[in-house]
């Protein structure tokens, strides 16, 4: 079974300062994924990576960074934050381009305050 | 309108009837996905129907794709309380593997 492992299930930070949010998966998926999900919004993608080193800006980037040194890590970074980003952000890994089934992680709630 | 959006956003029923929820969705897709979230947990693959497909079962679930009305159905049957859960459809970009859009998501309640 894939296994995907995200660092924190809540954490409280205060305005301005730097955030590491860490995803680990043991499945060798080349594409990783961090979304953000809030009430009545859904899902939107901050940004997918489908290759160590490489990013692509996904919906909403704005505000957010990311870092894939190794295939199985994928950090998602806010590099100031701010209480417009307090959420529950949620990875994801997928195979390569297949678009097909993604393996979620089980969440972070962040609360910026 | 949002690509996959889901109908309704709340569904109560007691256990032992159906579930049917809805998702329509905008553009052409070579695939739709449907995923479920507990409370407060990360998200679940249930199913996946490819665009040449207008039906699929596993288990208790039944997906039905309409590609010329844009729009897809889940059925869950004989519902149980464990089925308590956020339902999401998912669909792909076309080309830009790997991207999905979700819709907001029904809330089905199942009361034992």
């Known amino acids: 079974d894939v296994k995907v492992t995200q660092s924190s299930r809540y954490l409280v930070k205060r305005t301005g300062e730097k955030v590491f949010l860490e995803c680990v998966q043991d499945m060798d998926h080349e594409n990783m994924f961090w979304y953000r999900q809030d009430p009545g919004l859904g899902l939107r993608l901050i940004y997918f990576s489908y290759d160590v080193k490489m990013k692509e800006k996904g919906d909403i980037p704005e505000g957010y960074s990311v870092s894939r040194e190794k295939k199985e890590r994928f950090s998602l970074i806010l590099e100031s934050a701010s209480t417009n980003q307090t959420s529950m952000y949620l990875c994801?890994?997928?195979?390569?381009?297949?678009?097909?089934?993604?393996?979620f992680g089980p969440g972070t709630r962040l609360l910026v305050l | 309108s949002q690509q996959g959006e889901e109908d309704p956003q709340a569904l109560s029923i007691q256990e032992g009837e159906n579930a049917t929820m809805n998702c329509s969705y905008k553009t052409s897709i070579n695939n739709l996905q449907w995923y479920r979230q507990n409370s407060g947990r990360g998200l679940v693959h249930l199913i996946l129907?490819?665009?040449?497909?207008r039906e699929k079962h596993s288990g208790r679930l039944r997906v039905t794709l309409d590609t010329s009305k844009k729009s897809s159905s889940l059925l869950i049957t004989a519902s149980r309380a464990a089925d308590t859960a956020s339902y999401f459809c998912a669909t792909d970009r076309g080309t830009s593997y790997g991207k999905l859009t979700f819709g907001q998501g029904t809330i089905l309640t199942v009361h034992p």
């Open positions: 129907i490819r665009s040449n497909e």
């Open positions: 994801a890994t997928e195979r390569a381009r297949s678009s097909e089934t993604q393996y």
